[in-house]
Every structure is written in structure tokens, then in C-alpha cells.
């Protein structure tokens, strides 16, 4: 195991699986910072390339892609509060209260350095306990993934406000907006009028952009100084001392989504806002977390890039991919004569490793490419607000386009952006909305499945065999109790 | 218009992969004229996805031009389907399907389209045949322990699919239907996680194609029961036909289509296209690495199957929603 360990670091270190990553990475970053295109799509597209190229070169490349992605996605959550993936709402509420204030530069640095941190532990502390893990993963299955679901969504409705009332009205309301469509389970429809643009479902884009950008348009409209700009100031780098003071932070969210990213079928969003909960929970100021806390970004964006570790291992220890990224890596793999699975360690260990260790130089890597186009990144606040403005707008709407070339998502677009505004005049938070919303139908899904394991008698099965599971129910509310009350009780009225 | 721009860009990184390959090109005859789209109703990752991501790569030397690939999922494939339908029958927007997508779907659901009469077939690019699979430690040690099993105990059994209606649950529902079993069949949101709640003892059974079984099967994590093909796939497991249940039962047809209406001519071009497509050197190499077959079959013959399965399908799914 050593011996393959230190064989694959050597083979690892090649220029050219360097120079590769690197472009991966940039364009990934490039791609990422679109709204409308997805990692996703670039990986897809640009699989059948790593296909003519050597295996430690081909399959750095891809991940280069997807870790640049998820740092881009970031990009716009911050400078213009245009969040266009699910991993990256957390990140925006904090993350453009900073760009504001005219310190885009610090939070984006921050989003970086956290981003690069919770990554690199995540990937050490895989490769290290692969096997570990690998065990931990199979305890999961669809009774668990519910009652975790449904913990998260009680803790992010108890951390979201001071009002539990209003949040817990914002989750029922997205969780009812995520059943319109076809039923995943039966597939039978379920609210759509019978009209069918609405059979698939609502689309998440059109609903982050509506919510998040639209309304801070609307704002800066309003207000009608339309000669200043949205922020003249790009601010300084982060410093130190900044970073140091949220160290402890990173290192929680870290944890918090290393331990997410085990759990299959969470993901990113799921961290996020989890660490951005607890970050919170555990700050001696939480009433600043929402109004320009650079500790939120940190909490969010060093707890999303953590699950990137853990999610690798059903794929390399298995041969099973837990959702679509890792699919294609699979793909990738199986194009290189590389067959993941139970024998990968045993066959190709030396290689596995080298690919392990490509994953951790890929974040050293992006900390350079990253921390030189920051600046670059931050300079779009400082065009003055006429000429920024309908140039958010148009983002918005041809990112909204391009998604799907769907024109009824143009609508629900627009349908969303004045729901925000209402909902934004009312003081009524739209996160446990856009929570309920992602979380909901997975939530659903695990939920028939255990029906279905159960024969119809679900709470007798918790009871009687699911004791991990049936644990994580009766705490969940408890918890959430306890985390309101610190946040929000007594001590703390508004 | 920045991503407009960018999305171009991409598209023609997509084929790029192609042209490596690309030898020098011939006069362009009338059509194509312009790239052809082909669209996948499915996700990003998927085996359709990547199986277009090769014929794609590939095709372009023998259409001399690009091929796109365009996804859109939705609605459980309607979505895309319904695009296709509604596409211009000029051979430009082809789609790329499945099917349980084409001929089951239509009983289970009222489509905006009708599958038999708004499309023709131009070719089957492959199958995946479904395997019956336990765990190693399974007391089941042949596809008849399992069917004793499940008569003793009806309704007790799990076993767990990739999702409702879809490439495992079919067969699966057929095979109870011809064997008179009643199992407890178990969604699970793709053949993934329906492989790992096997591994983890959450379900007693599942099916698998062999693409994703190798390294599980070597390892000795797993036992292949019985398979669909028409040969035997793995030399000490019987066939489903073996084992008496014949016909079109456990195979996942992967094909394309066109709309009705496409002019002859340009079917006959996309066919030849095809026709050479499935004998290139490089598809064969690439496909092989993915692990997937090559079955190549005509339109016309694909289309006898697509009849059968209208007239199988019915009778399915009549059979399991009045019970």
C-alpha cells in the first residue's frame, strides 16, 4: 500500500498531466462563473478528448473541470448575487452583502482560500481512510438518507430566522413548488394544470436567478442612482489575520462536509448551508451571519468543496457512481482500461494513487490560477450601474436561455423574480424556500422507498430494524429546537 | 450572446474529438448541409449520453458533418421526445432513444406525441442486456432457488430496480408476469444505487448490465443468476430464454430515431452513415473501453421489434394496473 502510494506520487508528477489540469481548471473556472452552464455539461462534452489521452493525463483534466466549476459557480453568488448552482446560495448571501460593501476582492480571495482548504483535507483524509469510508458508505441506505433529509431541513428552518413561523411557511412552500411535475416514484402528475411545461417539474435555474439576482436589481433600480456605481470599490486582498480568524470556521465546515459527502446521495447543497448553520450557531455574533459576515463564506464555501473527497470512493472502491460527475469519471475510467472496483487497489493501485494525489495537486494548482484571476473577476462590480445593470439582466436571462432553450423557463424566470421582490418587501427569507425545494424530492424518494422496504408499515420498520436512522428522527427536532433558541430565544429578542 | 458564443465554442470542441480521426472530406452532397443534432431525453452521464458522446465523436468522417448532441431531460423523457416530434422532418434533429422510452411510455402516461406514428427508426446502435444478480453470500445459488424462494414466501422478497417503469423494472415485472411470482420491487434512483443497497443487504436481488458488473463479479462480491441475451454472456450463466422465458425480455435497445415525414433520400444517407458508423475501427475500439456492445440493426428490422413491443408492452401494463 505504501509502495503503491509512493509509486503513484512519482508518476503523478509529470508536466504535462500538470498543463493540462491547469487548463481544466480554467476553463472549468470560466464555464463554472456562467450562469446556465453546469460543469456538468463541460465534462460531458469534453469526455471523449480524455479518451486520446493517456490515463494521468486524461482523467486530471476532467477533475481539473469540475473543481474549477464549483469555484466558478461561486463567482457570480458573490459580485452579483447570481448563485447558479444549488452549493452556491449559501455562499451568496453573504458573499454579496461583502461585494457591497466594496469588499468583492476579500470575499472571492476567501471563497478561494476556504475552497482550496476544505478540498485539500477532504482529498488527504480520503485517500487515507478509503477503506474506512468505503465501510461507512454501504451503512446508508434509504431509510437513513430521509431521516438525515429531514434533520437538515428542520436545522437550516430553525438557523434561517427569528422567526420559525415565517421560515417553516418559505419551506412549505418550496417543498409544495418541488411536487409539481411528475411524481419521481408512481409517475403519475401532480399539479401541473395539465399543462405540460409544467410535467418535468419547475426548473432550479430559473428559480435561484428569479429569487436571488432579480430582486437585487429590483433594489438597485429603486433606489435610482443609476450614476453611482454598485460598488466603486473592489476592496483589498484578504489578509491574514482575516483568514486566521476564521480558521477555525474552515476547519468545522471541513469536518462537517467531509461527513456529508459519505452520506450518498447529500451533496454540496447540503453542506453548504449545514456548515453555514453551524458556523452561526457557534458565533459569538450570529446577528452579523446575512449581513456581510466574511466567516459565512468561508463556513460555506470550505464545506461544499469538502464532500468532493468521500464522494469518490463508492466510485473507485465499488465501480458504482453515486451521481452524474462521478459517472462520467467512471466513463473516463473504463475508456482507460482502468475498471473501477473491488480489485482497482489491487491491479492498478499505483495508478489510483497517482490519480488521488493528481486531485491534490489539482487544488495546489488552483490556488495559483485562482488567486490570479480574482482580480480580474472583482474589476466587473466597479462598470458603473447604467451600464452593469441591464448587463446583469441579460445574464440572467440568457443564462436562464441557455439552460435548456426552454422559453417557459423565461417565465418562471420572471414569475420568480417578482415572488423575490414581494417576498424581500415582506421580510420573508426565500433560503428555506429554495431549500425545501432541492431537498424535497429526494426527501420524497427515500421516503417511498422506505415505504416500500417497510411492506407500508414504516414506523414499525424504523422502530424494529433502523435504529441509526430512527435515532437521527427523534434528535432532529430536538436539535433544532436548541439551535433556535441559542440563535434567536429570549436573550436574543428582536 | 457571451454564451451563445461560448455554447458554440463547445459544440464544436464537442466533435473535435472527431476530427482527430477525420480523413479529408469528399464535395458535400445537398443534405446535410449543416450539423445534425441528435438528442438525447436523458441526463448528462448517463450510458446514452455516453454512448452518443463516441457515435458522435466518429460519425461525422462518414456524414461529413458534425454530429451535436443535445440533452433534454424532462418529464421522463417526454420532454425531448416531444421536441423531436415537433422538429422539422428534414433529418436535422434525430433522437436518441430507448425502449421502454418509446413504446412502454405511451400506456403509462398520456404523451403530447404519438411515439409509432410520429417517428421511424434509423438504426439500433446496441442492446444492454439486464442480468439477475445476488450477493456472493446469497443462499441463492441458481435462478431456481430464487423462484422457489419467492413462491414460499410471496411478496417478501426486495428486489430493488433503477426506478419505475425503466430498464430493469420492465423485465422484472415481466418475468413475475410469466413466472407467476410476486415480489416487492424496490425504485432506487438509478442502477447505482440500486447495486449498492444490494451490496449492503438491503435488497435480496437486483439486475445489472454486464458493463457494470465485471469488477464486482471478479472481485467475488456478486452471482449472475441468469441473463438476457441470446447467447450466453458469462459461460456458466444461463440465458433467460435457457431457463424458458423467451422473447424480447431484459434487453435495453439503444436507437435512433427520426421524424415521420423525413424525406427518403435523407434516411437512406443517415442510414448509410450509420451502416459504416458501426464498422469503424476507432468506434469499435472506443466502445469496447466503455464496455458496451455493438448490435447494429436496420430501421426496417427495428422497426418488426418496435411493433412487438407496442402489442407486449399493452398487455404489461394492463396486466399490472388492473391487478
Same mark, same amino acid.
Given at each position: 500500500?505504501?509502495?503503491?502510494?509512493?509509486?503513484?506520487?512519482?508518476?503523478?508528477?509529470?508536466?504535462?498531466?500538470?498543463?493540462?489540469?491547469?487548463?481544466?481548471?480554467?476553463?472549468?473556472?470560466?464555464?463554472?462563473?456562467?450562469?446556465?452552464?453546469?460543469?456538468?455539461?463541460?465534462? +460531458?462534452?469534453?469526455?471523449?478528448?480524455?479518451?486520446?489521452?493517456?490515463?494521468?493525463?486524461?482523467?486530471?483534466?476532467?477533475?481539473?473541470?469540475?473543481?474549477?466549476?464549483?469555484?466558478?459557480?461561486?463567482?457570480?453568488?458573490?459580485?452579483?448575487?447570481?448563485?447558479?448552482?444549488?452549493?452556491?446560495?449559501?455562499?451568496?448571501?453573504?458573499?454579496?452583502? =461583502?461585494?457591497?460593501?466594496?469588499?468583492?476582492?476579500?470575499?472571492?480571495?476567501?471563497?478561494?482560500?476556504?475552497?482550496?482548504?476544505?478540498?485539500?483535507?477532504?482529498?488527504?483524509?480520503?485517500?487515507?481512510?478509503?477503506?474506512?469510508?468505503?465501510?461507512?458508505?454501504?451503512?446508508?441506505?434509504?431509510?437513513?438518507?430521509?431521516?438525515?433529509?429531514?434533520?437538515?431541513?428542520?436545522?437550516?428552518?430553525?438557523?434561517?430566522?427569528?422567526?420559525?413561523?415565517?421560515?417553516?411557511?418559505?419551506?412549505?412552500?418550496?417543498?409544495?413548488?418541488?411536487?409539481?411535475?411528475?411524481?419521481?416514484?408512481?409517475?403519475?402528475?401532480?399539479?401541473?394544470?395539465?399543462?405540460?411545461?409544467?410535467?418535468?417539474?419547475?426548473?432550479? =435555474?430559473?428559480?435561484?436567478?428569479?429569487?436571488?439576482?432579480?430582486?437585487?436589481?429590483?433594489?438597485?433600480?429603486? /433606489?435610482?442612482?443609476?450614476? /453611482?456605481?454598485?460598488?466603486?470599490?473592489?476592496?483589498?486582498?484578504?489578509?491574514?489575520?482575516?483568514?486566521?480568524?476564521?480558521?477555525?470556521?474552515?476547519c468545522r465546515s471541513t469536518v462537517i462536509g467531509?461527513?456529508?459527502?459519505?452520506?450518498?446521495?447529500?451533496?454540496?447543497?447540503?453542506?453548504?448551508?449545514?456548515?453555514?448553520?453551524?458556523?452561526?450557531?457557534?458565533?459569538?455574533?450570529?446577528?452579523?451571519?446575512?449581513?456581510?459576515?466574511?466567516?459565512?463564506?468561508?463556513?460555506?464555501?470550505?464545506?461544499?468543496?469538502?464532500?468532493?473527497?468521500?464522494?469518490?470512493?463508492?466510485?473507485?472502491?465499488?465501480?458504482i457512481p453515486g451521481d452524474n460527475v462521478t459517472?462520467?469519471?467512471?466513463?473516463?475510467?473504463?475508456?482507460?482500461?482502468?475498471?473501477?472496483?473491488?480489485?482497482?487497489?489491487?491491479?492498478?493501485?499505483?495508478?489510483?494513487? +497517482?490519480?488521488?494525489?493528481?486531485?491534490?495537486?489539482?487544488?495546489?494548482?488552483?490556488?495559483?490560477?485562482?488567486?490570479?484571476? @480574482?482580480?480580474?473577476?472583482?474589476?466587473? @462590480?466597479? @462598470?458603473?450601474?447604467?451600464?452593469?445593470?441591464?448587463?446583469?439582466?441579460?445574464?440572467?436571462? +440568457?443564462?436562464?436561455?441557455?439552460?435548456?432553450?426552454?422559453?417557459?423557463? =423565461?417565465?418562471?424566470?420572471?414569475?420568480?423574480?417578482?415572488?423575490?421582490?414581494?417576498?424581500?418587501?415582506? /421580510?420573508?427569507?426565500?433560503?428555506?424556500?429554495?431549500?425545501?425545494?432541492?431537498?424535497?424530492?429526494?426527501?420524497?424518494?427515500?421516503?417511498?422507498?422506505?415505504?416500500?422496504?417497510?411492506?407500508?408499515?414504516?414506523?414499525?420498520?424504523?422502530?424494529?430494524?433502523?435504529?441509526?436512522?430512527?435515532?437521527?428522527?427523534?434528535?432532529?427536532?430536538?436539535?433544532?429546537?436548541?439551535?433556535?433558541?441559542?440563535?434567536?430565544?429570549?436573550?436574543?429578542?428582536? | 450572446?457571451?454564451?451563445?458564443?461560448?455554447?458554440?465554442?463547445?459544440?464544436?470542441?464537442?466533435?473535435?474529438?472527431?476530427?482527430?480521426?477525420?480523413?479529408?472530406?469528399?464535395?458535400?452532397?445537398?443534405?446535410?448541409?449543416?450539423?445534425?443534432?441528435?438528442?438525447?431525453?436523458?441526463?448528462?452521464?448517463?450510458?446514452?449520453?455516453?454512448?452518443?458522446?463516441?457515435?458522435?465523436?466518429?460519425?461525422?468522417?462518414?456524414?461529413n458533418q458534425a454530429m451535436i448532441v443535445r440533452?433534454?431531460?424532462?418529464?421522463?423523457?417526454?420532454?425531448?421526445?416531444?421536441?423531436?416530434?415537433?422538429?422539422?422532418?428534414?433529418?436535422?434533429?434525430?433522437?436518441?432513444?430507448?425502449?421502454?422510452?418509446?413504446? !412502454?411510455?405511451?400506456?403509462?402516461?398520456?404523451?403530447?406525441?404519438?411515439?409509432?406514428?410520429?417517428?421511424?427508426?434509423?438504426?439500433?446502435?446496441?442492446?444492454?442486456?439486464?442480468?439477475?444478480?445476488?450477493?456472493?453470500?446469497?443462499?441463492?445459488?441458481?435462478?431456481?432457488?430464487?423462484?422457489?424462494?419467492?413462491?414460499?414466501?410471496?411478496?417478501?422478497?426486495?428486489?430493488?430496480?433503477?426506478?419505475?417503469?425503466?430498464?430493469?423494472?420492465?423485465?422484472?415485472?415481466?418475468?413475475?408476469?410469466?413466472?407467476?411470482?410476486?415480489?416487492?420491487?424496490?425504485?432506487?434512483?438509478?442502477?447505482?444505487?440500486?447495486?449498492?443497497?444490494?451490496?449492503?443487504?438491503?435488497?435480496?436481488?437486483?439486475?445489472?448490465?454486464?458493463?457494470?458488473?465485471?469488477?464486482?463479479?471478479?472481485?467475488?462480491?456478486?452471482?449472475? !443468476?441468469?441473463?438476457?441475451?441470446?447467447?450466453?454472456?458469462?459461460?456458466?450463466?444461463?440465458?433467460?430464454?435457457?431457463?424458458?422465458?423467451?422473447?424480447?425480455?431484459?434487453?435495453?435497445?439503444?436507437?435512433?430515431?427520426?421524424?415521420?415525414?423525413?424525406?427518403?433520400?435523407?434516411?437512406?444517407?443517415?442510414?448509410?452513415?450509420?451502416?459504416?458508423?458501426?464498422?469503424?475501427?476507432?468506434?469499435?475500439?472506443?466502445?469496447?473501453?466503455?464496455?458496451?456492445?455493438?448490435?447494429?440493426?436496420?430501421?426496417?428490422?427495428?422497426?418488426?421489434?418496435?411493433?412487438?413491443?407496442?402489442?407486449?408492452?399493452?398487455?404489461?401494463?394492463?396486466?399490472?394496473?388492473?391487478?
Amino acid at each position: 500500500m505504501i509502495e503503491q502510494f509512493i509509486e503513484g506520487f512519482g508518476m503523478a508528477m509529470r508536466l504535462d498531466t500538470m498543463v493540462m489540469m491547469s487548463i481544466g481548471l480554467f476553463a472549468g473556472m470560466l464555464v463554472g462563473s456562467l450562469p446556465g452552464f453546469t460543469t456538468l455539461m463541460a465534462m +460531458a462534452i469534453l469526455l471523449p478528448i480524455s479518451f486520446f489521452l493517456d490515463p494521468l493525463v486524461g482523467i486530471p483534466f476532467l477533475l481539473g473541470i469540475y473543481k474549477g466549476g464549483i469555484f466558478g459557480g461561486s463567482v457570480p453568488a458573490i459580485l452579483l448575487s447570481m448563485p447558479g448552482t444549488g452549493a452556491a446560495v449559501a455562499t451568496s448571501r453573504d458573499g454579496y452583502k =461583502l461585494t457591497q460593501k466594496g469588499k468583492s476582492r476579500k470575499a472571492l480571495d476567501m471563497a478561494l482560500f476556504s475552497s482550496v482548504f476544505g478540498d485539500t483535507c477532504s482529498d488527504i483524509f480520503t485517500i487515507m481512510m478509503i477503506f474506512p469510508i468505503a465501510f461507512l458508505v454501504m451503512q446508508f441506505g434509504p431509510p437513513e438518507l430521509f431521516a438525515v433529509l429531514l434533520m437538515s431541513l428542520i436545522i437550516i428552518a430553525a438557523t434561517s430566522g427569528a422567526n420559525p413561523l415565517k421560515s417553516l411557511i418559505m419551506m412549505a412552500l418550496g417543498l409544495w413548488l418541488s411536487f409539481i411535475g411528475t411524481d419521481p416514484l408512481g409517475g403519475s402528475e401532480r399539479f401541473t394544470f395539465g399543462l405540460f411545461e409544467l410535467k418535468s417539474g419547475i426548473p432550479l =435555474l430559473p428559480m435561484l436567478i428569479g429569487l436571488f439576482a432579480l430582486p437585487e436589481v429590483a433594489s438597485v433600480v429603486i /433606489r435610482n442612482d443609476g450614476a /453611482r456605481k454598485l460598488s466603486a470599490l473592489v476592496g483589498e486582498r484578504l489578509k491574514f489575520a482575516e483568514f486566521r480568524r476564521c480558521f477555525k470556521t474552515i476547519c468545522r465546515s471541513t469536518v462537517i462536509g467531509t461527513m456529508v459527502g459519505i452520506v450518498p446521495g447529500l451533496g454540496q447543497i447540503v453542506a453548504a448551508m449545514m456548515g453555514y448553520s453551524a458556523a452561526k450557531n457557534a458565533s459569538d455574533h450570529p446577528e452579523t451571519f446575512g449581513e456581510g459576515e466574511i466567516e459565512g463564506v468561508a463556513a460555506a464555501e470550505a464545506a461544499n468543496n469538502a464532500v468532493n473527497g468521500p464522494t469518490m470512493v463508492p466510485l473507485l472502491t465499488l465501480g458504482i457512481p453515486g451521481d452524474n460527475v462521478t459517472a462520467i469519471l467512471l466513463g473516463a475510467f473504463v475508456a482507460q482500461g482502468l475498471r473501477p472496483g473491488p480489485q482497482l487497489f489491487e491491479e492498478q493501485g499505483a495508478t489510483v494513487f +497517482a490519480i488521488l494525489v493528481a486531485m491534490v495537486i489539482a487544488n495546489l494548482l488552483f490556488l495559483v490560477i485562482g488567486y490570479l484571476s @480574482v482580480p480580474f473577476f472583482s474589476k466587473l @462590480v466597479t @462598470v458603473k450601474t447604467s451600464i452593469l445593470i441591464p448587463l446583469v439582466i441579460m445574464f440572467a436571462f +440568457a443564462g436562464t436561455y441557455v439552460y435548456r432553450s426552454d422559453p417557459v423557463d =423565461l417565465l418562471m424566470l420572471v414569475a420568480f423574480g417578482i415572488f423575490g421582490i414581494i417576498a424581500k418587501a415582506g /421580510r420573508f427569507d426565500v433560503m428555506p424556500l429554495v431549500m425545501g425545494f432541492i431537498l424535497g424530492p429526494s426527501m420524497e424518494y427515500a421516503f417511498g422507498q422506505t415505504m416500500a422496504m417497510s411492506g407500508g408499515n414504516a414506523m414499525g420498520f424504523f422502530v424494529t430494524e433502523r435504529f441509526g436512522a430512527l435515532g437521527v428522527l427523534i434528535a432532529a427536532p430536538i436539535i433544532g429546537f436548541m439551535l433556535w433558541r441559542r440563535l434567536y430565544g429570549a436573550a436574543r429578542t428582536i | 450572446m457571451i454564451s451563445t458564443m461560448i455554447k458554440k465554442t463547445l459544440a464544436v470542441l464537442a466533435v473535435s474529438g472527431g476530427a482527430f480521426a477525420m480523413s479529408s472530406a469528399p464535395v458535400l452532397a445537398e443534405y446535410p448541409e449543416k450539423p445534425v443534432t441528435m438528442v438525447i431525453p436523458l441526463g448528462a452521464g448517463g450510458s446514452h449520453d455516453l454512448n452518443a458522446r463516441i457515435i458522435t465523436s466518429v460519425i461525422p468522417q462518414y456524414l461529413n458533418q458534425a454530429m451535436i448532441v443535445r440533452l433534454t431531460p424532462g418529464a421522463g423523457g417526454q420532454k425531448g421526445t416531444q421536441e423531436v416530434a415537433r422538429s422539422p422532418a428534414d433529418g436535422y434533429t434525430l433522437l436518441f432513444s430507448h425502449n421502454y422510452m418509446d413504446m !412502454l411510455q405511451q400506456y403509462v402516461d398520456d404523451l403530447p406525441y404519438d411515439p409509432m406514428a410520429d417517428f421511424i427508426p434509423i438504426a439500433r446502435i446496441n442492446y444492454a442486456p439486464a442480468s439477475i444478480v445476488v450477493r456472493a453470500d446469497s443462499p441463492y445459488e441458481t435462478f431456481e432457488d430464487l423462484v422457489a424462494d419467492a413462491r414460499a414466501r410471496p411478496g417478501e422478497l426486495d428486489l430493488g430496480h433503477s426506478g419505475n417503469w425503466g430498464a430493469f423494472f420492465v423485465p422484472a415485472a415481466q418475468i413475475m408476469r410469466e413466472l407467476d411470482l410476486n415480489l416487492n420491487l424496490i425504485p432506487y434512483p438509478g442502477g447505482g444505487p440500486a447495486m449498492q443497497a444490494l451490496l449492503s443487504g438491503d435488497s435480496d436481488f437486483t439486475m445489472a448490465f454486464p458493463s457494470s458488473l465485471g469488477e464486482l463479479l471478479k472481485a467475488g462480491d456478486v452471482r449472475i !443468476l441468469a441473463s438476457a441475451s441470446e447467447e450466453r454472456i458469462f459461460d456458466d450463466v444461463p440465458t433467460l430464454t435457457e431457463l424458458g422465458i423467451e422473447g424480447d425480455i431484459g434487453y435495453m435497445h439503444r436507437f435512433v430515431l427520426a421524424p415521420t415525414g423525413t424525406p427518403p433520400e435523407v434516411v437512406e444517407t443517415l442510414q448509410a452513415a450509420f451502416a459504416e458508423l458501426v464498422v469503424d475501427e476507432t468506434f469499435i475500439r472506443l466502445m469496447g473501453t466503455l464496455g458496451e456492445s455493438i448490435d447494429p440493426m436496420s430501421g426496417e428490422e427495428y422497426q418488426v421489434l418496435r411493433e412487438q413491443q407496442s402489442v407486449t408492452y399493452k398487455e404489461l401494463v394492463d396486466a399490472l394496473t388492473t391487478e
